[in-house]
């Protein structure tokens, strides 16, 4: 079993920046670990991929982040982070990280991001 805690998220004025961070860690040695990312999901909305980074640092965006937010990995760390920058109004929502481990999906409980003025 893998367990993700995120942290980082808050308030923020449009235009500003947040950096989150989402730190995996297992009961013992976990093998098959693969990409990690995050998805976020706005009130009466559907979650929404936003980004996602391989071990070996390949990465993916959402169209619409894509220039602004910025994913990266610590490997020794088993930690993702996801810099956002640009911030606008209708990106708040909760932002999901998650560990694909042996083709599973492990989730954490989420952040709550808020860009109002």
């Known amino acids: 079993q893998v367990q993700l805690v995120e942290s980082g998220g808050g308030l923020v004025q449009p235009g500003g920046s947040l950096r989150l961070s989402c730190a995996a860690s297992a009961s013992g040695i976990i093998f098959g670990i693969g990409p990690m990312g995050w998805y976020r999901q706005a009130p009466e909305k559907q979650r929404e991929f936003v980004a996602r980074?391989?071990?070996?640092?390949?990465?993916a965006y959402a169209d619409s982040v894509k220039g602004r937010f910025t994913i990266s990995r610590d490997n020794a760390k088993n930690t993702v982070y996801l810099q956002m920058n640009s911030l606008k109004p209708e990106e708040t929502a909760v932002y999901y990280c998650?560990?694909?481990?042996?083709?599973?999906?492990?989730w954490g409980q989420g952040t709550q991001v808020t860009v109002s003025s």
């Open positions: 998650f560990q694909v481990v042996s083709g599973r999906y492990f």
């Open positions: 980074i391989t071990v070996g640092e390949n990465t």
